[in-house]
T-cell receptor, first 115, second 118 residues
Framework: AQSVAQPEDQVNVAEGNPLTVKCTYS??????LFWYVQYPNRGLQFLLK??????LVKGSYGFEAEFNKSQTSFHLKKPSALVSDSALYFC?????????????FGAGTRLFVKA | GAVVSQHPSRVICKSGTSVKIECRSL??????MFWYRQFPKQSLMLMAT?????????EQGVEKDKFLINHASLTLSTLTVTSAHPEDSSFYIC??????????????FGPGTRLTVT
């Protein structure tokens, strides 16, 4: 079965410092991986995705993610955090067991960036 | 970019009444829309997959007679919570995929509807 795990419920970082939000995955076949961000009382916004190609994927708002096949990880990163980055972040994988039609979301990681 | 709207953004209803939530893709056609439910501080739980012109596919444990889904056009899907009870109070989010895309498709999410049943 396809799954994603976000081991941290919460990540705290000071503004200007680099941030990492962790995600590991378990899939059969090639992984289709995504990161989304959710602000309070809002729907999810797409940040970036990995389908194939370069392991380092660049996305919106200065975020990037590194696909690591040997470690089955897809950690989200940003070199310099902003207070406005504080939000809920979801890692997701396409559910290939059901034909790649549905998306499975991780539990989410809440990011707090302190000024 | 692709925009998905939901209406209403917030609704309060009395127990036993029904509530309809609309999900629209504003600038693209969506053969498929997804309805999620999100409890506080939790992830999204897929409730059902809505396909234009056909019956929705419900996830295990979701009552299809309670959560009625209609996908009448390529830009509109509705979720009706029938005979709502306080335990149905939640944040409901819809999303849509663009017509004709492959496994790499992005999902475009609506802003969500906060339902409170009193």
């Amino acid at each position: 079965a396809q799954s994603v795990a976000q081991p941290e419920d919460q990540v705290n970082v000071a503004e200007g410092n680099p941030l990492t939000v962790k995600c590991t995955y378990s899939v059969s076949g090639n992984p289709y991986l995504f990161w989304y961000v959710q602000y309070p009382n809002r729907g999810l916004q797409f940040l970036l995705k990995y389908i194939t190609g370069d392991n380092l994927v660049k996305g919106s708002y200065g975020f990037e993610a590194e696909f690591n096949k040997s470690q089955t990880s897809f950690h989200l990163k940003k070199p310099s955090a902003l207070v406005s980055d504080s939000a809920l972040y979801f890692c997701a994988v396409r559910d290939m067991d059901t034909g790649g039609f549905k998306t499975i979301f991780g539990a989410g990681t809440r990011l707090f960036v302190k000024a | 970019g692709a925009v998905v709207s939901q209406h209403p953004s917030r609704v309060i209803c009395k127990s036993g009444t029904s509530v309809k939530i609309e999900c629209r893709s504003l600038d693209f056609q969506a053969t498929t829309m997804f309805w999620y439910r999100q409890f506080p501080k939790q992830s999204l739980m897929l409730m059902a997959t809505s396909n234009e012109g056909s019956k929705a596919t419900y996830e295990q444990g979701v009552e299809k007679d309670k959560f009625l889904i209609n996908h009448a056009s390529l830009t509109l899907s509705t979720l009706t919570v029938t005979s709502a009870h306080p335990e149905d109070s939640s944040f409901y989010i819809c999303s849509a995929r663009d017509l004709g895309t492959s496994f790499s498709y992005e999902q475009y999410f609506g802003p969500g509807t906060r339902l409170t049943v009193t």
